[in-house]
């Protein structure tokens, strides 16, 4: 990448190569297992003007008309987006006449939780599959991808957005500022525009290289969304930590000269980002090192458990689970299957492992001696739900931040 896709500085660094991969969330049906997969380099570079963690984009065109993920299928979703409509509808929207949209509202589950509590909502959802999920709970869904165009039309038919919501999306986003574009155009001037995303800062110190993949096409620093920001004359004026996949942040915008005034923690955040080096070569020379590490010792782990006669399978089948299974090289040779709750990805296979991907019923059936937790980053809710398989001598193998095994 020759620049930075927030702040479009040329300070860049190429830091880490993953190899090739196919797009971690397309699990594939049985018949695709026996074509020729498509693969791209997931190579991974950093911004060290603004710590932007970004991977060029060889998403196809149309490539979400048709998705795997819902977050229906993690109770941790529904208490996160049932908090999150009461602090908005609370915070933002108290007259419930003012309009929520939500982009990339998926199956719905947070519009839902704001229409139950009396607010007015609108998705925006370019998957087809799943815009029929949403609309079947009642909620009214544009079928389309977020740009420009699409926000003048929606603006036309249904007036300005007082909170623009993009869970999880936003780095989904390779031209940052078109987007951007479209936010300005749809918001109120005195709306706010609310993204959650992961952050950089916890993905360095945790050594979280798995969210990074294609469809992820960029890791955020508050610096760096501060900067994308400014393009289109918008301003964080707040932030919240989040603890969700991992280490999360929800950042709060809005249009330059707007009534709110910015929290002292946006230059808190900054500053943090700063002792942690975020803007240092070095920072990211010794991530790498850590990451193969954590690749030699966890293929070490399986190896050993392998030759001991043990039997492995593997707990979810996120899209940051296929970048780590496919960088570390773990196939049906390691794990017999992979569970994960969401039926839309059930009687399906892993991208590039062509792991079999069953129901998590599956597990009590067959009892396999180890569980690699794919889906770590709800790795309480889904240690609760497996007490039965642990109380029968089960063990998890947690692959992040470093290997090691629970009981």
């Known amino acids: 990448m020759d ?42 570079h950093v911004c060290l003007d603004c710590a932007l963690i970004q991977v060029p984009d060889f998403i196809p065109p149309e490539f979400y008309r048709h998705y795997f993920y819902v977050p229906s299928a993690s109770e941790t979703m529904h208490r996160h987006f049932d908090d999150m409509a009461d602090m908005l509808l609370s915070r933002f929207a108290s007259d419930r006449s003012d309009r929520i949209v939500d982009i990339g509202s998926n199956d719905g589950l947070f519009l839902k939780a704001c229409k139950d509590k009396g607010g007015t909502t609108l998705g925006i959802e370019p998957a087809a599959n799943l815009t029929e999920i949403a609309r079947s709970k009642g909620i009214d869904v544009v079928n389309e991808y977020f740009n420009p165009t699409t926000a003048r039309q929606v603006r036309s038919e249904y007036g300005s957005a007082r909170v623009i919501v993009t869970t999880n999306t936003f780095n989904h986003i390779d031209d940052l500022h078109s987007f951007m574009e479209g936010i300005t155009l749809l918001l109120d001037d005195e709306g706010v525009f609310v993204v959650e995303v992961p952050q950089a800062l916890d993905l360095v110190e945790k050594n979280e290289f798995d969210t990074i993949y294609h469809e992820h096409l960029s890791e955020f620093s508050v610096k760096s969304l501060v900067d994308l920001y400014a ?67 966890t293929m070490s782990m399986l190896k050993r458990l ?95 931040p470093e290997p090691h095994i629970v009981d």
Not at 5 to 31: D, I, K, T, W
Not at 281 to 287: D, G, H, I, L, P
Not at 377 to 398: C, H, M, P, T, W
Request: charged share 25%; hydrophobic share 35%.
């Open 3 to 44: 620049a930075c896709r927030a702040c479009q500085s040329r300070n860049m660094y190429l830091f880490l190569r993953l190899g090739a991969h196919p797009p971690a969330s397309r699990v594939l049906a049985a018949e695709e297992l026996t074509l020729d997969e498509s693969k791209f380099p997931l190579d991974v």
């Open 306 to 400: 392998k030759q001991e006669g043990r039997t492995l399978a593997g707990y979810g089948a996120p899209s940051k689970g296929n970048t780590l299974l496919n960088y570390y090289g773990i196939d049906s040779n390691y794990l017999d299957f992979v569970a994960d709750r969401s039926t839309l990805k059930q009687g399906r296979y892993t991208p590039g492992s062509h792991i079999p991907i069953v129901a998590p019923d599956k597990i009590l059936e067959v009892q396999p001696d180890y569980l690699l937790l794919l889906a770590w980053n709800f790795a309480d809710e889904i240690l609760k739900q497996q007490a039965e398989y642990r109380s029968r001598g089960g063990k998890f193998i947690v692959p992040i």
């Open 231 to 297: 393009f289109s004359d918008m301003e964080v004026f707040d932030i919240e930590r989040l603890e969700i996949h991992g280490g999360s942040m929800r950042v709060f915008g809005q249009k330059v000269g707007a009534s709110r005034d910015v929290c002292p923690v946006v230059d808190e955040w900054i500053q943090n980002e700063r002792n942690g080096a975020l803007f240092d070569r070095a920072t990211y020379e010794t991530f790498r090192e850590r990451v193969n590490e954590n690749k030699r010792n």
